[in-house]
């Protein structure tokens, strides 16, 4: 089975107008539709507000924005160290400019969390820093310094192209995503060069301990859409507990499927059958989502919704 990677992140929020006015400022298309009382049960929006489709210019990328009260606690605490296992971590965009970025984030109610550094992975030299807003949705920001960034088109701030989960066990993990037609082609083990360690908060271990294991996987092998893993071996913290349901934050990753029977069929076969939060059933759901769908959760609590493709 090998279908394609995440188009949609579903986001849970008392922040809307706020989170749309930086999708606006980026000029990505706006939908605002009812939430249906589908949509409400699926993930624990408030059916009384309009849900928001933002499209990104490419088409190729969209973040649903589903209203809560702003007392609905927050899937991952605003103060939690970066690495803690738990949900879905952050989702990532490119820019041109790590400085711009900055002050454009700022204006839009993102806050830095840890400041752009300069590291390096294989080959590949970037400038990271992560930001987070007050639904504790964490955002990194990626510049490419060397070698140039090719075949990637955007203005100002790209798409959303990667999500990452902190794990227990990145090949646990890695194992229930098999199974969704993932398959890892980044890995690595190990200190991070340069900066790194301070983008993920780990500047204050001894170097020889302070490795970690990031992998990436993607039907294709190809960063659109693909999910990014990461465990601390040495320095292992414990795992939040997240409600599959309800919340407020990085409430899901939106996968679509070319047969999502299919797909469900081969969750329920697996040893992650006992992780499916939403079984397969036709909703009404905003946009491409809506349709025949389920959800199932990573076994650190990461939400997945998988969906049939439709014309």
């Known amino acids: 089975m090998r279908e394609t990677g995440f188009s949609h992140v579903v986001i849970t929020t008392s922040n809307a107008q706020q989170l749309g006015g930086f999708f606006a400022a980026l000029d990505w298309h706006q939908q605002s539709t009812p939430v249906s009382a589908d949509a409400a049960d699926f993930w624990g929006a408030d059916g009384t507000q309009a ?3 933002w499209v990104a210019p490419s088409g190729a990328c969209e973040v649903v924005l589903l209203p809560v ?31 711009w970025a900055r002050d454009f984030l700022h204006t839009h109610g993102w806050r830095e969390l840890v400041p752009a550094v300069a590291w390096q992975f294989g080959e590949v030299h970037t400038s990271e820093g992560l930001y987070i807003q007050d639904d504790g949705i964490v955002m990194a920001v990626m510049q490419r310094l060397s070698p140039p960034l090719e075949g990637i088109e955007f203005d100002r701030m790209s798409d959303v192209f990667n ?6 066990n990145v090949e646990a993990t890695l194992a229930f995503l098999k199974v969704l037609g993932f398959e890892r082609f980044i890995d690595h083990a190990g200190p991070l060069p340069g900066e790194g360690p301070r983008v993920l908060q780990l500047e204050q271990y ?14 294709e092998a190809a960063m659109s859409g693909s999910i990014e893993l990461i465990d601390v071996p040495e320095h292992p913290l414990p795992c ?15 996968i679509p499927c070319n047969d999502v029977a299919e797909t469900f069929a081969a969750i329920n076969d697996s040893r992650w059958s006992g992780q499916v939060c939403q079984p397969l059933a036709e909703r009404d759901l905003p946009g491409l989502l ?6 199932v959760t990573a076994p650190d609590g990461g939400r997945l919704d998988l969906y049939q493709i439709t014309q």
Do not use: K, Y
Request: negative net charge; glycine residues 10%; charged residues 15%.
């Open 206 to 219: 001894p170097v020889e301990t302070a490795g970690i294991h990031l992998s990436i996987a993607h039907p």
């Open 290 to 295: 809506g349709g025949q769908c389920f959800a």
């Open 51 to 53: 849900a928001e489709r």
């Open 240 to 254: 939040l507990e997240v409600p599959n349901t309800d919340g407020r934050g990085l409430r899901a990753l939106a």
């Open 69 to 99: 009260a702003n007392t609905t606690p927050v899937l991952r605490p605003v103060d939690c160290a970066v690495t803690t296992p738990g949900g879905l971590f952050d989702i990532n965009m490119r820019t041109w400019d790590s400085e």
């Open 163 to 168: 999500s990452t989960q902190m794990v227990s």
